[in-house]
């Protein structure tokens, strides 16, 4: 693989797994005295709220190392809001704020309501939650194909970290019922349409991205061994077939978890939603399915294979490019809308560093490599914590000919410098 950030990637990986038995001994010694130190420490208050000031500077380019390069800024302020109104009664609100800044357009601002809805706690073993709620469902790391509410939720990418892409979008209006038993739960909702189309207003609630049309959802748990407890789904959608949904996570040894994550349904294919077509919907599996190890040196490792079969083939975006313009750019925007796996098939390659050789500092990257046209996308991102501030580099790069998935993404690299303030 020619990309860059996969051999940084590959050497951050390398280096620890290199290290990883020598400092067992050492790591093992810090995590005893760290808990004696945190026995000992004060607790501190809990508080109804967190507020989250970042500002970020961002610059980059159409291709690695090219000029012009554009430079941008922005300033995000996300709140997160959970106070207890009664016995039992409780509000979360949820909301996030970016002020983008890029000469010579300007300033423009999107505000994301993520979540406005009351909490009621009818029984210790029964919640009903009424409002605007994220739903996220879904074991696996990149790819979710039974994350049915991702449809048309995000307002704003400000990162391609799959974790920050759930985090922050807009969540769907809906009524959620839940029961809980030892060893199970179910979890009924229903969603009505509310608005039929989305909006571009930079503070619009956008009930018209996430309440367009009447949807329902249910999901069984239950334990049936000590470390498998498989989540059933049953999804349904106004003007689609219903879906069906498994998640299953299993531990393997002390400390590998393999997880598999499988929607099927009838489905249209990409090019006839890009193109406004109608055309006939077949019986359709989504999957993501992986190994996840942890190693006594703080570093995560993932592998994940993804696999969506009404994607584009290599040839038939190729194809499209050529012969529609239209239904190239409904392509690409269709993907980034939905936020349904772009590949017929693909691999994640994931790595999370805590610590990693120097306390606070976290190292964190992926690689997703398209099976079929062989693009690429890379991420990469040094954390460095304090109390309250954060400090991070992000690296961004794409890689591919301009008939490929990833070929296609622009800017090709990008770079951004981020400070986060955290309160209280």
């Known amino acids: 693989m020619k990309i860059r950030l996969a051999l940084v990637l590959a050497a951050v990986i390398g280096r620890a797994l290199a290290q990883d038995q020598q400092q067992y001994d050492q790591n093992d010694q810090a995590a005893l005295d760290l808990a004696d130190k945190a026995a000992a420490a004060p607790q501190e208050q809990a508080h109804d709220w967190r507020l989250a000031v970042e500002g970020a500077y961002e610059r980059s380019s159409p291709e690695p190392g090219d000029t012009p390069s554009r430079d941008a800024g922005r300033e995000s302020v996300d709140l997160h809001y959970d106070p207890s109104l009664a016995h039992g009664l409780h509000a979360v609100l949820a909301d996030r704020l970016d002020v983008n800044e890029q000469a010579p357009y300007g300033t423009a601002e999107v505000n994301t309501l993520k979540e406005a809805y009351l909490s ?113 789904l049953l999804e349904g959608e106004e003007h689609r077939s219903p879906q069906v949904g498994l998640n299953l996570t299993r531990l393997f040894g002390q400390a590998t978890v393999a997880y598999v994550e499988v929607s099927t349904g009838r489905s249209q294919p990409l090019t006839a939603q890009a193109l406004g077509e109608s055309a006939p919907s077949t019986q359709v599996t989504r999957l993501a399915t992986g190994l996840s190890y942890t190693t006594r040196w703080k570093l995560l490792l993932t592998l994940e294979y993804e696999r969506n079969p009404v994607a584009l083939t290599a040839s038939q ?62 991420w990469l991102e040094a954390r460095y914590h304090w109390q309250r501030m954060d400090v991070a580099l992000q690296l961004q790069e794409a890689g591919g000919s301009s008939a490929t998935i990833y070929g296609n993404v622009t800017p090709k690299a990008l770079g951004q410098l981020l400070v986060d303030f955290y309160l209280p």
Request: hydrophobic share 40%; net charge negative.
């Open 120 to 232: 009621w706690q009818v029984r210790p073993e029964e919640i009903l939650d009424l409002g605007r709620i994220n739903v996220r469902n879904g074991v696996a790391f990149a790819y979710n194909p039974t994350d049915y509410f991702k449809d048309g939720a995000i307002r704003q990418i400000d990162s391609i970290n799959p974790a920050a892409l759930r985090e922050n979008r807009l969540g769907a209006v809906m009524l959620r019922a839940q029961s809980f038993w030892d060893g199970g739960s179910v979890t009924a909702l229903v969603s009505p349409r509310l608005q039929g189309t989305p909006s571009s207003g930079p503070f619009s609630i956008d009930l018209g991205a996430t309440n367009s049309g009447n949807r329902w959802l249910v999901a069984l748990s239950q334990r049936l061994a000590q470390d498998l407890m498989p989540q059933l």
């Open 317 to 378: 975006f190729a194809q499209l490019a050529q012969q529609s313009l239209l239904g190239f750019e409904r392509a690409l925007a269709q993907v980034s809308s939905s936020q349904d796996l772009p590949d017929r098939q693909a691999l994640f390659v994931l790595a999370q560093w805590t610590d990693a050789g120097v306390r606070h500092l976290d190292l964190s990257g992926f690689v997703r490599l398209d099976l079929d046209d062989h693009s690429r996308l890379g």
